[in-house]
């Protein structure tokens, strides 16, 4: 499996939940997460998809601390089960 393929089924799951799945991009900062996902009642999160078993590169990590810091929702994902899991936790529909 591909990171492109969990990508989608996050894209797909996070809609079927009722939220949006928003790519990210952030010109001038590298290692940003993927994407920025939303759900109803004010409920953000950033996620960086991963192929399964790789893990997020030094520059990813310091990011998402970085963006932590500031009080903010960031996750790693490497699987469809832990997209499954992100949406039981973040509280989507599902």
């Not at 990210?24 to 953000?44: I, Q, Y």
């Not at 490497?78 to 997209?83: M, N, Q, R, W």
């Amino acid at each position: 499996m591909r990171e492109r393929d969990i990508e989608e089924y996050l894209r797909n799951q996070v809609k079927k939940a009722g939220g949006k799945a928003y790519k990210f991009v952030s010109p001038g900062n590298d290692g940003v997460p993927d994407r920025l996902v939303l759900f109803p009642g004010g409920r953000v999160y950033f996620v960086e998809l991963k192929a399964p078993g790789k893990k997020p590169r030094p520059l990813q990590i310091k990011q998402m601390r970085d963006i932590a810091s500031f009080g903010c929702n960031v996750r790693a994902i490497d699987s469809k089960e832990g997209v499954d899991a992100f949406i039981r936790e973040a509280g989507g529909t599902k």
